[in-house]
C-alpha cells in the first residue's frame, strides 16, 4: 500500500482543550497538533507559539479571551517552524521574542519552510490566504530574558538550553510555579520532528538542561500536558526517541549500508513503541535523512524544499 506523503492526507480536526495549570496560566493541547499557552502578567499577557495562520490563531485568542481579556504584551516564538510562527499577525502584540539564531533561520530558510511545511500538514494553514509574510522577531536574546509579571506572579523566564530540534529552541519556565512550556524540546507521547536537529546536542546536554529546570508540569510541544512523574518520562521518552533512531541509522551508516537500509531499520526498531503515536509515519523519513546527514559530518541541516521533501519521501517511504 502506497502511503499518503507526510500528513497530507490527515484531514479530520482535531478537539482542543485548554487547561488552567496555575492561576493565570493556560495552555491549549489538541489531540497530537501543535500546543500553546498563555501566561497573564498584572496587565499583560504573554503567548507562547502563534500556530500556523492567523485564522488559526484566532480561534485561540476567542477562547482565550472567556478567561482573560487582558493585552498581548508579548508573542514568544519558541523556534522557527512555520506551523509555530505564522499565525503572530492574530495576537497583535507589542513585542515578538525569540532567539537570536531563530531570527537568522527566518532569513535564511523561513520562506522555504513555510512551504515545505504547508504541503507536509496542509490541514494546520487553516485559511493560508490570512498569512501576511514571514513573521520577523522584534526582540532577540541569546541566552535567558526574564519577563516581571507583576504583583506577586513571580517571573517567566525564556531560556535556550543548546541546541535541538532546531539551532535556537528556546523553553518558557515559570520558577514560582513550576510550570514548563517546553517547546518541540519535549513531546509527550508524539512523535519527534527532527529534520532540523541537532541530535547529539539534544540527547544529551540539551535535555539535561531542560530536566534540570525541575518542572512540576511540562507542556511539550505536541500532546498532553504532563504532571509529576509524568515531566521526567516524557523528558525520557524524548531521550530514547532520540537515542534509538541515532543508534539504528549508525549501525547502517558504520557499514556502509543505504539511506533506505537506515529508514528500514529505525522504522523496525520504533515502530513498536511509536508506531501509533501522531506524525510518527510522517516524520520519520525527514528524521532520519537528517540523522545520516548528521553522521556523515553535515554541520547544519539542509534545508527543506517542496521538492526535496517529496523526494526523499518517494525515497523512503514510497
Ligand atoms: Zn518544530
Redesign the pocket.
Known amino acids: 500500500m502506497t502511503k499518503s506523503f507526510a500528513s497530507s492526507a490527515d484531514l479530520t480536526d482535531k478537539q482542543a482543550r485548554i487547561e488552567v495549570l496555575a492561576p493565570g496560566v493556560y495552555a491549549r493541547t489538541a489531540e497530537g497538533d501543535?500546543n500553546v499557552g498563555a501566561i497573564e502578567g498584572e496587565d499583560f499577557l504573554v503567548c507562547f507559539e502563534a500556530l500556523a495562520t492567523p485564522a488559526a490563531a484566532e480561534e485561540w485568542l476567542t477562547a482565550l479571551r472567556e478567561l482573560t481579556d487582558k493585552p498581548v504584551r508579548h508573542l514568544v516564538l519558541?523556534?522557527?517552524?512555520a506551523?509555530?510562527v505564522l499565525g503572530a499577525a492574530a495576537f497583535g502584540a507589542a513585542e515578538i521574542i525569540a532567539h537570536e539564531l531563530t531570527r537568522d533561520l527566518i532569513a535564511e530558510r523561513g520562506q522555504q519552510d513555510w512551504e515545505s511545511e504547508y504541503g507536509r500538514m496542509p490541514r494546520l494553514f487553516k485559511h493560508p490566504e490570512t498569512i501576511p509574510g514571514l513573521t520577523w522577531p522584534t526582540v532577540t536574546f541569546s541566552d535567558r530574558l526574564v519577563i516581571p509579571l507583576g504583583g506577586e506572579r513571580g517571573d517567566l523566564v525564556l531560556q535556550y538550553c543548546g541546541r535541538g530540534?532546531?539551532e535556537g529552541?528556546v523553553v518558557a519556565w515559570l520558577p514560582q510555579q513550576r510550570i514548563l512550556f517546553a517547546?518541540?524540546l519535549v513531546e509527550a507521547q508524539a512523535a519527534l520532528?527532527t529534520g532540523?536537529a541537532f541530535h547529539h546536542d539534544w540527547m544529551g546536554p540539551t535535555l539535561d538542561r531542560v530536566a534540570a529546570l525541575g518542572a512540576d508540569q511540562l507542556v511539550g510541544?505536541r500532546g498532553e500536558v504532563v504532571t509529576g512523574d509524568g515531566v521526567a518520562a516524557a523528558v525520557a521518552q524524548t531521550r530514547h526517541f532520540l537515542s534509538e533512531m541515532v543508534r539504528c541509522v549508525r549501525e547502517v551508516h558504520d557499514r556502509q549500508g543505504s539511506l533506505k537500509e537506515a529508514f528500514d531499520a529505525t522504522h523496525a526498531a520504533l515502530s513498536p513503541d511509536y508506531g501509533h503515536w501522531p506524525i510518527f509515519e510522517h516524520t520519520l523519513p525527514f528524521d532520519v535523512s537528517r540523522v545520516w546527514d548528521e553522521l556523515s559530518g553535515v554541520e547544519r541541516p539542509v534545508i527543506w524544499t517542496a521538492e526535496r521533501d517529496r523526494s526523499v519521501w518517494d525515497q523512503l517511504q514510497g
Do not use: A, I
Request: proline content about 7%.
Open positions: 501543535p519558541s523556534h522557527y517552524h506551523v509555530r530540534h532546531t529552541d517547546g518541540d520532528y532540523d510541544g
